[in-house]
């Protein structure tokens, strides 16, 4: 007798679903230690909605078909010189900040769904963190092969996994993977599938690839959009996982609502170097920080927490912070770079007079009157031979780890810098604003256990207390892979390619 031959359907489900098993001769909960753990309560794993509704089988080949066409475009992009056609050497700086601050936080989420995959009671839910987890790690891999032909050509990207645990900007993304990968499977894939995959995803790699096609690099162009079409998978699950929990059971309102409200801080502090980016490290530019955050996160966002009202989730209460900051973060984060230059894995520079009125265009309320001024003063030093570079080191936040370079925008004062402090064990620890200080205060003894920099640098434990030994500790050349982008190596380089004198 032929044997039946299974629908979609019923293939999925027998690949998917019927791949778990009964607990006949041991104990579920110690099979799943960590599903209660959070106070989360599941009634009904069933309940569970696939959004992949892909079969492992499918998932391979889907994907071995965008491997094949992405490595062909690398290979043509190599054999042909592509990194001589983008704009202008400045730009591939962008490309070593997404290197030593993007990619390991891929490699990091990949580490973060398997582990959480493993202690999902539900196989659908299992099924959609494993395939997630290989997605990141593909992600970590491709965005690696796409800067090694910059890494041929341009100083910054070699040591970039030295760095990952030494740097103290990098710092910045390592405690936000490090925090969320430490909580429970419900508070991680809250983090990083809902906070950061559905309502931020799309401000870190829409503008960063549009960037790169109007800069012409066509290798990031490339992984950009072989990624996307992963993000667009995840953002799935991250409204699915949200909406799972919060019709299993009333009681994981609040749990989630908090969960939301800490991570959608802690990832909008993050892009705070992507507005960087944006503004003023893509030599052509085509969006600001300000327009791209109005569009994707007010606009977009703004209709995705109206339609989770009716599950009791609101808008968190910081929003009006963040709108007020949108007109200054770029600003403020380039100037903590250009200061601190001599001691980051790129080179930064003080932008052009075209740049400086795109900069007052798109910023009309605060640019000239707050960080014009700044930036020409400093322009003016380094066409006298005195280029500014911060002696000292910046003051860290306990719980985001960005130098307090923020200012108290919410209470009209843009030029006096937020200080915010909590006693702990009878020991006194800094933020850089409200949130933060709610997030530590809420779970203290997680955060003063924080590796902090700064710290690190004055208590002799990053090579020494010289900057030499310091740049040693990073393996940063100095004057090679930092300090300004004038005169450096990559700019020596680039006008030997062109032919300029």
Excluded at 297 to 317: N, Q, S, V
Excluded at 344 to 349: E, G, K, L, S
């Amino acid at each position: 007798m032929q044997a039946k031959k299974l629908n979609v359907k019923d293939k999925y489900r027998l690949l998917t679903r019927d791949l778990d098993w009964e607990f006949s001769y041991e104990d579920r909960k110690e099979a799943f230690p960590y599903e209660e753990f959070e106070g989360i309560k599941i009634t009904d794993w069933d309940k569970w909605e696939d959004p992949f509704r892909l079969t492992m089988d499918a998932y391979w080949k889907y994907q071995a078909e965008k491997e094949k066409k992405l490595y062909a475009i690398y290979d043509a992009f190599a054999q042909n010189n592509g990194h001589l056609n983008v704009s202008d050497a400045r730009y591939v700086n962008a490309l070593k900040v997404f290197l030593t601050a993007v990619s390991p936080a891929e490699f990091a989420s990949s580490n973060g769904f398997a582990w959480a995959g493993r202690h999902y009671g539900g196989a659908g839910a299992r099924v959609a963190a494993q395939m997630q987890s290989i997605d990141e790690l593909r992600h970590y891999q491709t965005q690696i092969h796409a800067m090694s032909h910059y890494n041929k050509y341009f100083d910054g990207f070699e040591e970039f996994p030295h760095m990952h645990d030494r740097v103290w900007y990098m710092s910045v993304v390592k405690s936000f993977f490090d925090d969320c990968r430490s909580s429970g499977p419900f508070e991680y894939i809250v983090a990083v599938s809902f906070a950061f995959e559905y309502v931020l995803t799309n401000l870190l790699f829409v503008p960063f690839m549009s960037g790169a096609a109007y800069n012409g690099d066509m290798a990031t162009v490339t992984f950009g959009f072989s990624a996307q079409s992963d993000e667009a998978r995840h953002m799935t699950l991250g409204l699915e996982i949200i909406k799972f929990l919060l019709e299993q059971h009333e009681d994981n309102v609040p749990i989630v609502q908090e969960w939301i409200d800490k991570w959608l801080w802690r990832g909008y502090r993050i892009l705070a170097v992507v507005a960087m980016m944006m503004d003023y490290m893509l030599p052509q530019k085509f969006m600001s920080w300000k327009e791209a955050w109005e569009l994707y996160f007010e606009d977009a966002g703004g209709a995705l927490f109206k339609d989770l009202e009716r599950y009791g989730i609101k808008m968190p209460d910081f929003t009006e912070t963040i709108k007020n900051e949108k007109d200054h973060i770029s600003h403020q984060a380039w100037w903590v770079f250009y200061s601190h230059g001599h001691a980051a894995a790129f080179h930064t520079w003080t932008p052009t007079a075209e740049e400086l009125d795109w900069l007052s265009e798109k910023y009309p309320d605060t640019f000239d009157q707050y960080y014009r001024p700044r930036l020409e003063a400093a322009a003016e030093l380094e066409a006298k031979g005195e280029r500014f570079y911060t002696a000292g080191l910046p003051q860290l936040c306990q719980t985001c780890q960005i130098p307090m370079f923020f200012t108290n925008v919410d209470e009209g004062k843009p030029t006096e810098i937020v200080y915010r402090e909590s006693t702990y064990n009878d020991e006194r620890f800094h933020f850089c604003s409200n949130e933060c200080k709610h997030i530590f205060d809420r779970e203290p003894e997680k955060y003063v256990h924080a590796w902090l920099p700064v710290h690190q640098i004055f208590q002799g434990n990053c090579g020494g207390g010289g900057l030499d030994e310091v740049m040693e500790y990073y393996r940063m050349g100095l004057g090679e892979m930092n300090l300004d982008y004038k005169g450096s190596p990559d700019e020596k380089r680039w006008k030997k390619w062109k032919g300029v004198a």
